[in-house]
């Protein structure tokens, strides 16, 4: 998988390149990436006009709402420090790769100058990037990641270390409840995706360095709390003797929740989950969640119109940029709340509104 990249003149006034990790933090400061100054910028945005589509699995999943909702905060952040005009137009996917390919000619047909895509799977995205390249139209992708296939820059989260974090937390509880070395079930999003293969590779992880293993897990299809809650009912009479429960997404953890305390094992199955909402967060207020790794997609969209922008304006731009998972548990909410109104879902009227 070989990232395109396109050097130009204007990259000689860079002041040099930053670690990923300087990236994340600038981002995070609302700050821009390596680029050029803010008086050249300027000066080369005055009559900038441009088109961006965000391609994006479905708009019935938060997270891809959240994550639109960054790319549209760095766009109005740029326009008003560069006075270029930028519009941002969501093509929602409703989680099919034939109406994701359709969305992505339609964008292309009406001459956009970036897409941002977000693949509904990681095998369909290599046909999104080649209709692309043939267009002359570049892509940035902004999470679940791609088989094959050029594009500008990659922005990801690092799926298999928070699955990890989450899974360590749940083994430590496990024990703590009297099933050290239990087993557990799951509900993950769809494995064809390479961020759900890493997700399922971090908690098999840690389950298993706690002795444990994952006896069964079902895949997501529609992304949905009903589709999650029928799922662990099914796991939950599957596998009467798990001791802890973990899901991929936060619908599957809000469904989930809802069987398990129909099922009556509310008091002795522990569970944690991957991703946050505010509903997740109000979860682990109440401790019905012992840990939640949340990704962080306002950030992550911030950070894929930053370096589109960046590239469209002849800059070098990173090739990839790994944006660190948020560890949340009852004991740290109080310290992370902050950043995860920030970082993790917009803060109520602090965002844009997505556009279908």
């Not at 093509?91 to 099919?96: E, V």
């Amino acid at each position: 998988m070989t990232p395109a990249r396109r050097d130009h003149p204007a990259a000689a006034l860079l002041a040099g390149r930053r670690s990923r990790r300087e990236t994340v933090k600038l981002a995070a400061a609302g700050l821009a990436l390596p680029a050029l100054a803010l008086g050249q910028r300027a000066a080369l945005a005055q009559d900038e006009t441009y088109q961006v589509a965000y391609l994006t699995p479905g708009l019935n999943v938060p997270f891809w709402k959240y994550l639109s909702d960054g790319i549209k905060q760095q766009a109005e952040r740029d326009a008003a420090e560069s006075g270029a005009s930028i519009t941002v137009t969501d093509y929602d996917s409703r989680n099919d790769a034939g109406t994701q390919l359709q969305n992505a000619q339609d964008a292309i047909t009406a001459g956009v100058a970036l897409i941002i895509l977000s693949p509904t799977d990681s095998s369909s995205a290599p046909t999104v990037l080649e209709l692309a390249q043939e267009n002359n139209v570049p892509v940035v992708i902004a999470d679940i990641g791609t088989d094959e296939g050029e594009y500008v820059s990659f922005v990801i989260s690092t799926n298999e270390q928070g699955a990890y974090e989450a899974g360590q937390v749940l083994v430590e509880k496990m024990a703590e409840n009297g099933c050290e070395g239990g087993d557990i079930a799951m509900v993950t999003i769809s494995q064809a995706r390479l961020n759900g293969q890493n997700r399922t590779r971090g908690i098999t992880r840690a389950i298993e360095e706690g002795g444990g293993e994952i006896v069964q897990f079902l895949q997501s299809e529609d992304y949905t709390r009903a589709e999650a809650q029928t799922q662990t009912s099914d796991l939950l009479s599957a596998n009467p003797d798990i001791c802890g429960f973990f899901t991929q997404h936060d619908e599957a953890a809000l469904g989930a929740l809802t069987a398990i305390e129909e099922s009556g094992r509310a008091e002795d199955l522990v569970f944690a989950s991957f991703d946050g909402s505010p509903e997740s967060v109000e979860l682990i207020r109440q401790g019905k969640l012992v840990a939640a790794s949340m990704q962080q997609p306002v950030l992550m969209g911030r950070i894929a119109m930053e370096v589109g922008l960046a590239h469209l304006r002849g800059e070098a731009v990173e090739a990839e940029t790994s944006v660190p998972t948020i560890l949340v548990t009852p004991d740290n909410l109080a310290d992370v709340e902050a950043q995860l109104a920030d970082t993790v879902f917009p803060a109520e009227g602090g965002a844009a509104t997505p556009s279908v």
